[in-house]
């Protein structure tokens, strides 16, 4: 697995996990802003995308497997405490169940454009088109799925940079595979596991800050949900990023990393 790192080292480190189909470099406008106001900044390459490995059979992804992955690099090899995850879109279908089992590693959750679907509610329409889509095109064009889920333009060079880990179609395993491992029925493999996500976040003390766009038709629907749940998200001011898509990172990197900071300095505050 690859990752990219910035900040100062003996800083608590600020956990940014990406989702499909992008990588690690969704996060460029944002690294900077968070490494300059003192935070140790890590954004890994999940399996199969990115940097990282992958596994050139739809079938070697299970949710389960990505959960173990994560945790093998972030705790195993890196020893990470005192963690701020930082989730979008499978990043936090991902992050959160991170969170959830191993709760003494994580200090604070925030949570954008993102769920951990049980299969208990069914998925948005514009959900099951893209996964349709990405499931049966005989090649993928990541970077105009990228742009799909932004409300303001990319230039070519930012397309190539999303397509660049995937210079054929026997890269693209992983981005194939992601729809299709999202739970969308009550018995799905991962349901059971990600209800018990849900029972321990809800009653988590770790403080959650709910910073969704204002233009995601995909998981939009999340934000009131953490909100309400979410114990943790008592109290704090929950910003919505105004004019950004799914990808709320491409459209609004510097925002969403400024309302990152400012929380984060909220909760030193509390803790003083």
């Given amino acids: 697995m690859a990752w990219v790192e910035d900040g100062p080292a003996d800083a608590d480190p600020v956990l940014m996990l990406h989702g499909e189909p992008s990588w690690s470099f969704l996060y460029r406008r944002m690294i900077p802003v968070l490494a300059s106001a003192g935070h140790r900044v890590i954004c890994p390459d999940l399996v199969g995308f990115g940097r990282t490995d992958k596994p050139t059979r739809v079938e070697d992804h299970t949710y389960a497997r990505h959960v173990e992955w ?58 099951w088109q893209f996964r349709e889509a990405i499931r049966t095109q005989p090649t993928i064009d990541v970077g105009r799925f990228v742009q799909s889920g932004c409300q303001h333009p990319m230039s070519d060079a930012v397309r190539a940079a999303y397509d660049a880990p995937f210079p054929d179609s026997s890269y693209n395993a992983g981005p194939r595979a992601m729809p299709g491992l999202v739970p969308t029925s009550p018995d799905d493999p991962a349901a059971a596991a990600n209800r ?65 900071v400012e929380f984060l300095g909220t909760v030193d505050k509390r803790h003083d």
């Fill in 70 to 127: 994560m945790r093998t690099l972030v705790f195993d090899e890196l020893d990470l405490t005192r963690v701020t995850l930082v989730g979008q879109d499978w990043g936090g279908l991902i992050g959160l169940r991170l969170a959830a089992e191993h709760p003494s590693r994580f200090s604070n959750l925030v949570v954008a454009n993102t769920g951990l679907p049980t299969g208990d509610v069914s998925m948005p329409e514009v959900w």
């Fill in 196 to 260: 018990a996500a849900w029972a321990t976040l809800r009653e988590s003390p770790a403080p959650m800050l709910v910073a969704f766009s204002d233009g995601d038709p995909v998981t939009g629907g999340m934000a009131p949900i953490f909100r309400r749940e979410m114990r943790g998200a008592e109290g704090y001011e929950h910003p919505v990023v105004g004019g950004a898509g799914h990808f709320l990172q491409e459209d609004a990197g510097e925002v969403l990393a400024g309302h990152i």
